[in-house]
């Protein structure tokens, strides 16, 4: 196995030997995003499979490959399909892809998720720009020997999601008169959703999505110095909160519907990132 940078960098070698891309931005898609990569003006592809060490996720409808190409005049790299902690992966392996897209160049990062909706404002449908997340519930992915050549061993959370990306992300959603709301996601582990209880305190913690990927690829993200923006897709209400209960099948329907809309407001957001 080896130690952290030498997989990272033994990854982002093997990826290398495939194509000499050099990404600005990465993207990771969640759940229904996966029809982004048919925009993208494609450069190169690698599946997950042949990059040696890489984990592969095992969720229905999630795919596994790198995207390399343009979004506009952004070079960018995209995660077709993401690995969670509930996979029975470690948090080392969970955000390995995100410490490898930094490595191939990437100096920012955007995030999008499926999340059960808390914050009384949200609805099934609702697209959610990160501000901020709790990640109190889940390990955290630093935990180990540092690697100072990636960052600091006690890095600043203070803004997390970057002032900048959300300014931009919100003038993008303007400019497509798309309704973007802001709030605090908060990760569990998963897999299982949660309880009515349990989402009660979650309220009470001033949480506004839930959703069991995301805050540990953006600690890592920002452990590297990399610029993060994060997207949530409201698929549900979370659980106790409307008289249905939760199912893999809703959140898919859900992200299916809004996923036109989705696509169409990181594409903006990725052409003008720059700007
Ligand atoms: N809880 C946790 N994760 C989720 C949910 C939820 O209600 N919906 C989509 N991902």
């Known amino acids: 196995m080896g130690n952290v940078l030498d997989r990272v960098r033994r990854c982002a070698d093997a990826i290398r030997e495939k194509t000499s891309f050099t990404p600005r931005t990465a993207l990771i898609l969640g759940s229904g995003l996966g029809g982004f990569g048919e925009r993208l003006s494609l450069e190169a592809v690698v599946e997950y499979s042949e990059i040696p060490g890489f984990p592969i996720s095992t969720v229905p409808g999630h ?15 995209v995660m077709q399909g993401r690995v969670h902690y509930y996979e029975g992966y470690p948090m ?4 390995l892809p995100t410490r490898v897209m930094a490595q191939l160049g990437a100096k920012r990062l955007v995030l999008t998720n499926a999340a059960g909706g808390i914050g009384s404002q949200l609805e099934a449908g609702d697209l959610m720009l990160l501000t901020d997340h709790i990640a109190s519930f889940v390990p955290s992915p630093l935990i180990g020997p540092n690697e100072d050549q990636l960052g600091t061993r ?3 959370m203070t803004e997390v ?3 900048r990306l959300r300014e931009k992300a919100l003038a993008a959603a303007q400019k497509l008169g798309i309704r973007l709301k802001q709030g605090v996601y908060l990760q569990t582990t998963g897999p299982q ?10 309220q009470a913690l001033g949480a506004h999505a839930v959703g069991m990927s ?6 890592v993200a920002r452990h590297m110095g990399m610029e993060v923006c994060g ?6 209400l979370a659980a106790g909160l409307s008289d249905k209960a939760l199912s893999h099948e809703e959140v898919q329907e859900t992200a299916d519907r809004v996923a036109q809309s989705f696509q169409s407001l990181v594409w903006e957001l990725l052409s003008t990132i720059e700007e």
């Open 63 to 77: 795919q596994g490959r790198f995207l390399f190409g343009y979004v506009g005049q952004e070079p960018v790299v």
């Open 92 to 95: 080392e392996d969970v955000v």
């Open 154 to 156: 006690f890095p600043d």
């Open 161 to 163: 999601y970057s002032l």
């Open 193 to 202: 959703y949660e309880t009515p209880s349990e989402i009660r305190m979650y």
């Open 214 to 219: 995301t805050a540990c690829e953006a600690m």
């Open 231 to 236: 997207i949530s897709c409201v698929t549900n």
